[in-house]
């Protein structure tokens, strides 16, 4: 890779586990190290919580993402028992960032919907790259700042949910403080 190049491998966590050896391969000619095998297999579990570990060659930061089984009410509904279910409907899923020097490699759940939008939004600077109309600032320019812009994305999830969560509190605690409701 050139000097202040650097490569995005993105795929799902089932890729991961099929094509285990060919990522490997891919490290190992672009980023020049392996992949420690407790740490593959950290990238492959559904159970791993939130982590951080590092080696000489690498720095592997895992994050439980949310992922939402179905949408949220939207925000000018009053809530009721019916619609007040918010936590039973939510779920982390994790997804692991390796990064390399010159390489990121991000392992994405199923259906992850930051691994297609950020990739979109990316290729959307090709076309501006090739006219000298993109600007530098807007681009990641390393793999650590690529990974810190997805987990900005995926905090800024949970602070929504936090949003959601704190509008219902108030409405209970109104409800609950009221004299004159028989909860």
Known sequence: LPPKAFLWISLQSDTLTQNLNAIETLLLRYAKAPLLELHAADL?????????DAT???????????AHEGNLPPK????SLSNDRILERVETHPTGFVCFDQVLLSVHPKKCLLQKEYAEKLLAFVPKMHNNQAKEQHLPQSPADLMLRQLSLL?????????????????????LLDPNNQF
């Open 44 to 52: 492959i579990s559904e159970f791993i919580p939130s982590t951080f």
């Open 155 to 175: 905090v800024d999830d949970f602070l929504t949910l936090r949003r959601e969560l704190s509008q219902r509190l108030d409405f209970w605690q109104e409800k």
């Open 76 to 79: 000018d509904e009053h809530p």
């Open 56 to 66: 000489q060659n690498y720095r592997i930061l895992i994050f439980r993402q949310l």
